[in-house]
C-alpha cells in the first residue's frame, strides 16, 4: 500500500512540474549526452557552447582572444557544432513548435537575457552546458559551485519576478 501512495505522489508531483509528461526531456537528455560523448571521444576537447560561440569569432576577429592556436585549429566543426543548434532548435520550431516561435516571451527580453547570459557565461569561465553536463561529468568542485550559483540565481529570479507580476 505504501509503495502505491508513493507512487501516485511522484505522478502528482511530476504532473505538476511536467505537465506534457517526461519524455521529451528525457529524449533531449540521452540526444545531448550522445553529442557531448561524439565530441570529446572524437576531438578529445569537452564541447561547451560559450567557448564555440567564442571560438567562432576567429573567422571575423584580430583580437588575440579569439585567435588562440586552439581555437584555430578546431573551428571548423565549432562551426558545425554552433550551426547545429540553431538548426535543431529551428526544425524543433517549425515540425513541432506550432509554426516558427515557440515562446511568449517578448523578443526584447530575450534579447536582453541573452546579453546577460553572454556576459555571465564570461564572468562564470563557462556556461550552463560547459559547467552543467561536463564539468559535473567529470566531477569538478568548480562546475558544481558554478551550477549551484546558475541555478540558485536562476530560481531567485523567476521567483521575484512571478513576485512581481512580470509576465512574458
Not at 504532473?15 to 529524449?27: D, H, K, T
Not at 537528455?29 to 578529445?44: C, K, N, P, R
Request: charged fraction near 10%; aromatic fraction near 8%; hydrophobic fraction near 50%.
Amino acid at each position: 500500500m505504501t509503495g502505491y501512495v508513493l507512487q501516485v505522489l511522484a505522478e502528482v508531483s511530476l504532473a505538476g512540474l511536467f505537465p506534457r509528461g517526461i519524455g521529451q526531456y528525457a529524449v533531449g537528455g540521452v540526444l545531448i549526452g550522445l553529442g557531448v560523448s561524439t565530441i570529446y571521444l572524437g576531438t578529445a576537447i569537452a564541447p561547451g557552447a560559450s567557448t564555440f560561440f567564442e571560438s567562432t569569432l576567429s573567422y571575423v576577429s584580430a583580437l588575440p582572444r579569439f585567435n588562440r592556436a586552439t581555437y584555430l585549429a578546431s573551428r571548423d566543426w565549432r562551426v558545425v557544432f554552433t550551426l547545429s543548434m540553431v538548426a535543431g532548435a529551428a526544425v524543433y520550431a517549425l515540425l513541432l513548435g506550432g509554426g516558427g516561435w515557440t515562446t511568449d516571451v517578448q523578443a526584447w527580453r530575450l534579447l536582453v537575457g541573452g546579453v546577460l547570459v553572454g556576459a555571465g557565461t564570461r564572468i562564470g569561465k563557462g556556461c550552463t552546458s560547459g559547467h552543467g553536463i561536463n564539468g559535473l561529468a567529470s566531477r569538478s568542485k568548480t562546475s558544481l559551485a558554478s551550477v549551484a550559483t546558475f541555478m540558485s540565481v536562476a530560481v531567485g529570479v523567476a521567483l521575484a519576478m512571478q513576485a512581481l507580476g512580470v509576465t512574458p
